[in-house]
């Protein structure tokens, strides 16, 4: 499994989810290549990808935040003013 602290809280359960998903699409990746069907196979990992590329950018926006994060508290050390602003998506 993850390690959750890897991810902000608000998406802990949506990194649970993919990574339960993928887990569930490596058990199911044994079938298509013992019955050869390599189209099968191929949908199955493209979606496996597709999950490490969720969960990889989902790390990367925890190490951005917190980045920001001790940013701001290292400008606010210095009596430097932050304020921080989320994206309508966030």
Do not use: C
Not at 1 to 15: F, H, S, W
């Amino acid at each position: 499994m993850n390690n959750l602290d890897n991810y902000l809280p608000e998406d802990i359960g949506r990194a649970v989810r993919l990574t339960k998903e993928f887990w569930r699409l490596t058990d199911e990746l044994e079938e298509p290549f013992t019955i050869k069907s390599y189209h099968g196979a191929r949908a199955t990992s493209t979606r496996m990808i597709t999950i490490v590329n969720e969960l990889e950018w989902l790390q990367e926006r925890k190490q951005n935040i917190d980045r920001l994060r001790k940013l701001s508290v290292d400008l606010e050390s210095q009596v430097i003013t932050v304020a921080i602003v989320k994206h309508a998506y966030e």
